[in-house]
């Protein structure tokens, strides 16, 4: 199948609140831009370097995300344009974003990474600090980061009771960090969740965002 194809198949099984990001890490720009015909405008990328020059290159209204590790030193590079970052992981990382942001004379939106999964090489908060970050209250002056959500991976597992517990376990947070701090914020409403091999099950468990890369654009070459 082809890349429109592709998208076609798996908008058609996205409830219309559900947003779609076209996962292009490691593909070129002519995957994207055959995904861009065919209608696609949000892109996810997890490499500094490598949207940046996608950036550069492809249309000017397509909305790039960043779902990668990123590190304090690089933030300066993809404030200008970044729309969404889903992979905070540390509390320095958000002050940090705040200070580009403002910088650039932007307010970022971002997502809290949440460590859902058993694995333990995945970054994000636990629960238990987010839960902690949250009471502390400091987030709340930051200026020039709006906190949208929550952002989180299930562990890679063919187990699909497991996959639902942890999507579930997020949206639960999700839900109790909205009713205790964004009752009346409606912009705090993006869960993401959900990648090709588990997005069916995190849309069943509330995902209003799932990331795909690979049912998209075929197999990565790393
Ligand atoms: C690569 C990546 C994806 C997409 O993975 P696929 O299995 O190719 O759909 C989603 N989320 C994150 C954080 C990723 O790094």
């Known amino acids: ?7 076609k198949a798996i908008r058609a ?4 609140h559900v947003t779609l990001v076209c996962v292009s890490k490691f593909h ?3 995957s994207i831009l055959e995904a861009y015909e065919a209608g696609a405008r949000v892109f996810g990328e997890n ?15 397509i909305v790039w995300h960043f779902i990668g590790h990123l590190q304090t030193n690089k933030i300066k590079y993809i404030a200008p344009f970044v729309s969404l970052i889903h992979s905070v992981d540390s509390y320095r990382l958000l002050e940090e974003i705040d200070r580009q942001a403002a910088k650039s004379g932007r307010v970022i939106d971002c997502l809290l990474q949440v460590h859902i999964a058993q694995e333990t090489t995945k970054f994000g908060f636990s629960p238990e600090e987010l839960t902690t970050i949250f009471a502390a209250g400091k987030w709340g002056e930051l200026t020039s980061v709006r906190i ?3 952002m989180g991976m299930a562990t890679f597992t063919d187990d699909e009771a ?3 517990a942890e999507f579930r ?3 639960t947070l999700f839900d ?5 701090y964004f009752k009346d914020q409606p912009y705090f409403d993006t869960l993401s969740m959900g990648m090709s091999d588990d997005y069916r099950i995190a849309v069943e468990e509330g995902s209003t965002m799932v990331r795909v890369g690979s049912s998209i654009f075929g197999a990565r070459e790393y």
């Open 176 to 180: 109790q960090i909205k009713i205790a």
């Open 13 to 16: 099984t996205l409830p219309s």
């Open 47 to 61: 490499k500094v370097q490598e949207v940046s020059r996608k950036q550069e290159t492809l249309p000017k209204d």
């Open 162 to 164: 497991q996959v639902h």
């Open 28 to 30: 070129p720009n002519e």
């Open 148 to 150: 949208r959500g929550l």
């Open 1 to 7: 199948m082809s890349i429109a194809d592709n998208l």
């Open 169 to 171: 376990s997020l949206k």
